[in-house]
């Protein structure tokens, strides 16, 4: 039986004062008993505060991304062992605000990558994530371009294969995947539960023929793009949808609380 997950993902929002604020009303707000486990990734910056703010209680903090080397001359970047140094339990690895492709801008404005992450340079965060003892949340997802051109299901199977390329089953019991379409992040276009779930059932099939049956049956499956307390209970009650990546409205509390409720 897999645990239910709910992560929300801050992206460069909240001050630490804000951040502070946030984690003094979600504890408010907060379900007691709820089974599902819950997640925030707050800008770096603000993750001791946030770590701090939230000891004791079962939220867990964790990272937006990661660097894949332990230390050295690599301005402006983060290794996974500083991340979990500072209290941070998962990274989420491989967002599309932060994927390019293959560092070249063919993809519309709308969905144009700023950090040119590949599929190449995932798989190396993937192991270094992995070695540094943080729970992988690992994304994949198509661009409405892609998805009207057919290729929904070939994108999310190249993407998994470049990021889980050499990885043996035992090291990937920890991995969590997050199908996020790209046309859905922060738009307000939900993705159809039952295509959503269609998506995650594929995910799983693919796991179980590159990596293992056990892999696809424990890894955890998120969906990710717009969710809100309206929608979140169709979504996290398909079988094959494990809980959410939450975006903008993980940033109200009470609002995230309610979507941690619907899992
Ligand atoms: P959204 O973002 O919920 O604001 O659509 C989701 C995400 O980017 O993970």
């Given at each position: 039986m897999r645990r239910k997950l709910v992560v929300g993902n801050w992206k460069m929002n909240k001050t630490v004062a804000e951040a502070d604020d946030w984690c003094w009303n979600y504890v408010e707000?907060?379900?007691?008993?709820?089974?599902?486990?819950?997640?925030?990734?707050?800008?770096?910056?603000?993750?001791?505060?946030?770590?701090?703010?939230?000891?004791?209680?079962?939220?867990?903090?964790?990272?937006?991304?990661?660097?894949?080397?332990?230390?050295g001359a690599y301005t402006g970047l983060v290794s996974p062992t500083m991340l979990k140094d500072a209290g941070g339990?998962?990274?989420?690895?491989?967002?599309?605000?932060?994927?390019?492709?293959?560092?070249?801008?063919?993809?519309p404005e709308e969905t144009l990558p700023y950090f040119s992450e590949t599929?190449?340079?995932?798989?190396?965060?993937?192991?270094?994530?992995?070695?540094?003892?943080?729970?992988?949340?690992?994304?994949?997802?198509?661009?409405?371009?892609?998805?009207?051109?057919?290729?929904?299901?070939?994108?999310?199977?190249?993407?998994l294969r470049g990021a889980l390329h050499g990885f043996t089953s035992?090291?990937?019991?920890?991995?969590?995947?997050?199908y996020e379409p790209v046309w859905a992040i922060g738009t307000g276009k939900v993705c159809d539960s039952g295509e959503a779930s269609r998506i995650s059932g594929f995910i799983r099939s693919h796991l179980k023929v590159a990596v293992s049956t056990k892999v696809s049956r424990s890894t955890r499956i998120l969906y990710g793009g717009s969710v809100k307390s309206s929608?979140?209970?169709?979504?996290?009650?398909?079988?094959?949808?494990?809980?959410?990546?939450?975006?903008?409205?993980s940033?109200?509390?009470?609002?995230?609380?309610?979507?941690?409720?619907?899992a």
């Open positions: 707000h907060q379900l007691i008993g709820s089974e599902t486990e819950v997640g925030v990734a707050p800008p770096y910056l603000g993750l001791v505060a946030v770590a701090e703010s939230l000891y004791g209680t079962d939220v867990m903090v964790g990272g937006q991304d990661a660097f894949w080397l332990e230390s339990s998962f990274c989420i690895l491989g967002h599309s605000e932060r994927r390019g492709r293959f560092g070249k801008l063919e993809v599929d190449a340079t995932l798989n190396l965060k993937l192991a270094a994530v992995l070695k540094a003892g943080l729970t992988p949340i690992l994304c994949c997802g198509e661009t409405q371009a892609e998805r009207d051109s057919g290729m929904t299901d070939s994108v999310i199977e190249r993407q035992k090291e990937l019991q920890p991995l969590v995947l997050a929608n979140a209970a169709e979504l996290f009650a398909m079988p094959d949808i494990d809980g959410g990546l939450v975006g903008g409205a940033l109200d509390p009470a609002e995230f609380a309610k979507i941690v409720g619907a």
